[in-house]
């Protein structure tokens, strides 16, 4: 049998029990397929299901704000994806009549499709024989072809995989991969005695199966110091929408960039348009680890007299209905105790 064949007879008895899969709703496929994108099966299932309730069809999430898109997607991280599905809503509702494109080429037109996405998509909706090369599917491959060079991005492996590819069943292929990556043929001591298509495997006829991938080097995060400062106008907590780029359109309190005593916080604050500034407390420090980044960040609280037209001054109920990213929890959750007094 061939590999295809033996992994789809191993998919028909042992495929994971998904909400989305069976689907055929090209809305519903990208939905998932975006999610699940850096983020665990598990998690994407209930903001799956959310979404789909307050959003069953494109042209709903089309005709959202991007407030509560995003306030929707808060705690899923790597929030350029909501804006990109928003977006590509938007693309697809009014400049298509509600129609997605019908092969991976088309969908990488649409903003946030990848190629992993746009092959996922189109060889489940369409039945298009393209690999949704992620790190999963490149692990595994990698494996079976003992592939000796290093791994920039899993579509360095597009040739061969395409060549492997079901042409009859390429969407329950690309997902059976995907799952004989997450039940299988895990990064470290894969369960070789169990796989379907061990007879296959060129890695585990040398007994080196943990040898591959082979990675090129990591390129070291960049590590950035920030002062992020809980400002109180009287009682109402100051927050800032951020423009686009990382996190935009979520919302942050004031900061600074760098590490620094009161009076040059003071001296910063009052450069970015607070007048009758007062530092205050030191508060805990936090950490965040973005893909390429680190934010070291340092807190404290303060007071003013007057701020930037582009802060809001928000009390607690309008707190609590903000987005606001992941690297900002710890802040967000002191700042939610200060406000209620
Ligand atoms: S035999 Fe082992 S290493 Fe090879 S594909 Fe199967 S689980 Fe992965």
Same mark, same amino acid.
């Given at each position: 049998? @061939?590999?295809?064949?033996?992994?789809?007879?191993?998919?028909?008895? $042992?495929?994971?029990?998904?909400?989305?899969?069976?689907?055929?709703?090209? &809305?519903?496929?990208?939905?998932?397929?975006?999610?699940?994108?850096?983020?665990?099966?598990?998690?994407?299932?209930?903001?799956?299901?959310?979404?789909?309730?307050?959003?069953?069809?494109?042209?709903?999430?089309?005709?959202?704000?991007?407030?509560?898109?995003?306030? *929707?997607?808060?705690?899923?991280? &790597?929030?350029?994806?909501?804006? $990109?599905?928003?977006?590509?809503?938007?693309? !697809?509702?009014?400049?298509?009549?509600?129609?997605?494109?019908?092969?991976?080429?088309?969908?990488?037109? *649409?903003?946030?499709?990848?190629?992993?996405?746009?092959?996922?998509?189109?060889?489940?909706?369409?039945?298009?024989?393209?690999?949704?090369?992620?790190?999963?599917?490149?692990?595994?491959?990698?494996? !079976?072809?003992?592939?000796?060079?290093?791994?920039?991005?899993?579509?360095?492996?597009?040739?061969?995989?395409?060549?492997?590819? @079901?042409?009859?069943?390429?969407?329950?292929?690309?997902?059976?991969?995907?799952? *004989?990556?997450?039940?299988? /043929?895990?990064?470290?001591?894969?369960? /070789?005695?169990?796989?379907? !298509?061990?007879?296959? /495997?060129?890695?585990?006829?040398?007994?080196?199966?943990?040898?591959?991938?082979?990675?090129?080097?990591?390129?070291?995060?960049?590590?950035?110091?920030?002062?992020?400062?809980?400002?109180?106008?009287?009682?109402?907590?100051?927050? #800032?929408?951020?423009?686009?780029?990382?996190?935009?359109?979520?919302?942050?309190?004031?900061?600074?960039?760098?590490?620094?005593?009161?009076?040059?916080?003071?001296?910063?604050?009052?450069?970015?348009?607070?007048?009758?500034?007062?530092?205050?407390?030191?508060?805990?420090?936090?950490? #965040?680890?973005?893909? #390429?980044?680190?934010?070291?960040?340092?807190?404290?609280?303060? @007071?003013?007299? @007057?701020?930037?037209?582009?802060?809001?001054?928000?009390?607690?109920?309008?707190?609590?209905?903000?987005?606001?990213?992941?690297?900002?929890?710890?802040?967000?959750?002191?700042?939610?105790?200060?406000?209620?007094?």
């Amino acid at each position: 049998m @061939s590999f295809a064949n033996d992994l789809l007879t191993w998919y028909d008895a $042992n495929a994971r029990t998904l909400p989305w899969r069976g689907e055929r709703d090209p &809305y519903r496929i990208w939905l998932s397929e975006i999610m699940l994108q850096q983020t665990q099966t598990q998690t994407v299932k209930g903001y799956y299901a959310r979404f789909l309730e307050r959003f069953p069809d494109v042209f709903a999430l089309a005709a959202a704000d991007e407030e509560s898109v995003l306030k *929707l997607w808060e705690g899923l991280g &790597y929030y350029s994806r909501a804006r $990109n599905l928003h977006a590509a809503a938007k693309a !697809v509702a009014n400049g298509r009549d509600g129609a997605f494109p019908t092969d991976a080429a088309g969908l990488r037109q *649409l903003p946030g499709i990848g190629p992993y996405a746009a092959n996922a998509i189109a060889s489940i909706a369409y039945g298009e024989p393209v690999p949704a090369l992620d790190g999963n599917q490149a692990r595994v491959l990698s494996r !079976v072809l003992a592939w000796e060079e290093a791994l920039r991005t899993p579509f360095d492996l597009l040739e061969p995989a395409t060549g492997l590819i @079901s042409r009859e069943r390429p969407g329950d292929y690309n997902q059976a991969l995907m799952d *004989l990556g997450a039940s299988v /043929c895990l990064p470290k001591r894969p369960h /070789c005695g169990d796989c379907p !298509v061990a007879a296959h /495997c060129e890695a585990l006829k040398e007994e080196a199966q943990e040898d591959f991938p082979h990675k090129s080097a990591p390129v070291p995060k960049k590590e950035e110091d920030w002062s992020i400062l809980l400002v109180f106008a009287g009682d109402k907590l100051l927050a #800032h929408r951020r423009p686009k780029g990382l996190l935009g359109g979520l919302y942050e309190f004031a900061a600074v960039p760098g590490h620094f005593d009161r009076a040059e916080l003071s001296d910063a604050l009052t450069r970015q348009g607070f007048g009758g500034v007062r530092i205050l407390d030191r508060l805990p420090d936090a950490r #965040h680890v973005f893909t #390429h980044r680190v934010w070291r960040m340092r807190g404290w609280t303060a @007071s003013c007299e @007057s701020f930037p037209e582009d802060f809001l001054p928000v009390d607690s109920g309008a707190l609590a209905a903000l987005p606001f990213p992941s690297a900002l929890r710890v802040y967000r959750g002191i700042a939610e105790e200060l406000i209620r007094g």
